[in-house]
Nanobody
Framework: QVHLAESGGGLVQPGGSLRLSCAAS????????MGWFRQAPGKEREFVAV??????????HVADAVKGRFTITGDTAKNTVSLQMNNLKPEDTAVYSC????????????????????WGQGTQVTVSS
C-alpha cells in the first residue's frame, strides 16, 4: 500500500514563497511519475508539475501558469518530490495534492489526474494580503 505524506503549505502574502514536500512510502521502483495537482474552490483540478523517471533518466514538466515561478525537484531513489513556489499570486490559492503513478507515464497522460494511481490528502495554500 502506497502512502503519500505531504508537508508545507499555509498562508502567504502575494509575492511570497512556500515549499511543499511529498514522500511516498510503500513502493520501490526504478521508474514512475510523481508530482502535484491543485484544485481551487469552484474550479476543476489542474496539473501543476511532475517528474517522470526511468532509471537515471528524468523529465520535468511544469504547467504554463506557474512556469518561471514554481520549481519541482525530487529524489526519485527515495520517492520524494518538492515544489518550490515563488512569487505566489492570489490565483495560486488552492488545495495542492501530491500524486504518484507507478510507471513512467507517456507524455500525453501526464496532464490528466486520472493517470495517477495514488493521491495525497492535500495541503492548503492560501495567497492573500
Amino acid at each position: 500500500q502506497v502512502h503519500l505524506a505531504e508537508s508545507g503549505g499555509g498562508l502567504v502574502q502575494p509575492g511570497g514563497s512556500l515549499r511543499l514536500s511529498c514522500a511516498a512510502s510503500g513502493r520501490t521502483s526504478s521508474s514512475g511519475t510523481m508530482g502535484w495537482f491543485r484544485q481551487a474552490p469552484g474550479k476543476e483540478r489542474e496539473f501543476v508539475a511532475v517528474i517522470r523517471w526511468s532509471g537515471g533518466n528524468k523529465n520535468y514538466h511544469v504547467a504554463d501558469a506557474v512556469k518561471g515561478r514554481f520549481t519541482i525537484t525530487g529524489d526519485t531513489a527515495k520517492n520524494t518530490v518538492s515544489l518550490q513556489m515563488n512569487n505566489l499570486k492570489p490565483e495560486d490559492t488552492a488545495v495542492y495534492s501530491c500524486v504518484v503513478a507507478t510507471s513512467r507515464l507517456i507524455l500525453s497522460r501526464v496532464w490528466s489526474g486520472e493517470s495517477y494511481d495514488h493521491w495525497g490528502q492535500g495541503t492548503q495554500v492560501t495567497v492573500s494580503s
